[in-house]
């Protein structure tokens, strides 16, 4: 890619742990995805299945009803040039959305460790995959937070196997996510991002989702909604650390901060 990619979250849920990323009807998602285009969104994440810590797993079908309905209304707002994702841990919904609503790219939290046909589903669609690093589940993640040695080679370590594995299995468009908030403390994600650079001994495009974490607010003393500044911060940090794509809820102020960082690393 030409320069630094800026992918907006859509949350077709009602649970989000960002309260003002959630949006649930065709109208409210098309009008939030035309939004996020304008201000510079290159891609559009789209999730009907929240992955907070602690969240309830949604089922199948009801997963699957929610994006019908998202990816449509996305679809149909933005036309067919603009990237969508698919945010889903299931191989079922990752096939179903590529072959029956044209989403270009799977999001998979749980880097296949959810869903043992997905890898497998993925190297049947010849789609890009995005792989993160998490452990457990959504509920149980924030327990499994005890690593064998510095947290960042660990993460870099289980990333490049798994990477590996992917590339066996044909799958060459792969994107590593190390999963900031998955299955890592405070401290942890901070020790990953001084360390963001590390990651790209894995050959392939490195995406971040920082994005009114809760590793921003316990530094800040604030809340998800107060965390835009703190956001942007840490997106500038990555972005000079070499980040691919940055995933966000407010795509404006992350497409200003990597327009930035890109005038400030092209000065002569």
Same mark, same amino acid.
């Given at each position: 890619m030409a320069h630094p990619w800026v992918?907006?979250?859509?949350n077709a849920t009602p649970d989000s742990f960002y309260s003002d990323s959630r949006v649930m009807d065709a109208e409210a998602i098309a009008e939030r995805a035309l939004a996020m285009v304008a201000d510079g969104a290159d891609i559009l994440d789209i999730g009907a299945c929240s992955t907070r810590p602690g969240a309830e797993n949604v089922g199948l079908a009801e997963e699957v009803k929610r994006l019908d309905v998202?990816?449509?209304?996305?679809?149909?707002?933005?036309?067919?040039? &603009? &990237?969508?994702s698919v945010d889903t841990f299931r191989a079922q919904v990752a096939k179903h959305c590529v072959e029956e609503l044209g989403v270009d790219i799977v999001n998979d939290i749980s880097g296949g460790d959810l869903d043992p046909l997905m890898h497998n589903t993925i190297a049947q669609l010849q789609v890009p995959y995005i792989v993160m690093h998490t452990r457990g589940t959504p509920a149980t993640m924030q327990q499994l937070t005890n690593y064998d040695g510095d947290v960042a080679a660990v993460v870099l370590e289980e990333l490049a196997r798994k990477i590996d594995t992917l590339h066996q299995l044909g799958i060459n468009d792969v994107i590593a996510d190390p999963g900031f908030g998955f299955a890592k403390t405070v401290e942890q994600n901070y020790r990953l991002l001084s360390h963001l650079e590390a990651f790209h001994a894995l050959d392939v495009p490195l995406l971040v989702g920082l994005s009114r974490k809760s590793m921003i607010q316990r530094v800040l003393n604030c809340t998800a909604a107060a965390a835009l500044n703190g956001t942007t911060v840490v997106n500038t940090i990555a972005l000079m650390k070499g980040a691919h794509i940055v995933r966000v809820h407010d795509v404006k102020a992350a497409a200003e901060a990597r327009d930035l960082v890109i005038a400030a690393q092209t000065a002569n």
């Open positions: 992918m907006g979250i859509l998202a990816v449509r209304a996305v679809r149909a707002a933005v036309g067919p040039s &603009v &990237v969508i």
